[in-house]
């Protein structure tokens, strides 16, 4: 095993600002190891000095630390109960100019998907979804919005008809979609948050966290919301201390701001 992972782990933070005490640490050391062996380095000072000098190197880091697994509509009954029930009630209480934060978007898909879904019930010109992710690779690769069969395997037939356009085996989305989704690049365990969001989606994401981190991040959340918003998480989590962080259970996977 290499060693000195302290060390390792603050010199990854004044190059990148990305804080790896916030991850789980068997996990994550053991992702960076097999990377580092893979690039058939056996320190860890050795590879912070190819990082730091081979840009392509230092984005595959990058991309490699942050978990880049996402589809459209994944958890589809989910998708039908933020539909259903959450989107009416938001537009009720704060009318069609929803402000909507798809946090650690990844490739694009869950925003895009945001989009799509809320076109149903306003106008995309109403439309506004900022999405943000920690790596640069997956934010241009959304911005691309090119995708495989797989991903959008949970679209419904009306949208996918309408707004994606097959290119060889890939669908292309939409420009129409596109320009309702503002995507930049943001840390959440350091960068200021948006405020004001009446919904967040923030999926499958902080399971990699430590529970201080999570801690935070969720009292951040509840922090930048307005009083009545939602925050959608994923089926792969759990907020135990809701009550604790401000909010009231709604659904399995939908907690409401005090």
Known sequence: MLDNYEKFKKDVYVLTKIDLNCYKEK?????????????????????????????????????????????????????????????????????????????????????????????????????????????KQVLDKARM??????????????????????????????????????????NLLKDPYPTGCNLIVCRNVVIYFTEEAKDEIYKKFNQCMTKGGVLFIGSTEQIMNYKELGFVRDKSFFFEKE
């Open 145 to 186: 919005g090119l995708y495989n069969e797989k991903s959008i395997a949970n679209v419904p037939k009306d949208l996918k008809d309408k707004y994606f356009k097959k290119i060889g085996t890939s669908y292309q989305i939409s420009d129409e979609i596109k320009r309702r989704v503002e995507f930049k690049e943001h």
């Open 27 to 135: 996990q994550m050391r053991r992702r960076i190891d097999t990377l580092i062996n893979k690039n058939g380095i056996t320190s860890y000072d050795a590879y912070v000095d190819l990082i730091k000098k081979d840009k392509e190197k230092f984005e595959q880091f990058v991309n490699f630390l942050t978990i880049n697994v996402s589809e459209f509509y994944r958890n589809p009954e989910q998708w039908k109960i933020l539909e259903g029930e959450v989107f009416p009630k938001l537009i009720k209480t704060y009318g069609k100019n929803l402000k909507v934060w798809s946090a650690a978007c990844s490739t694009g898909d869950e925003p895009y998907s945001l989009v799509m879904a809320l076109s149903r019930q306003i106008p995309l010109a109403n439309i506004k979804v900022i999405a943000t992710d920690i790596d």
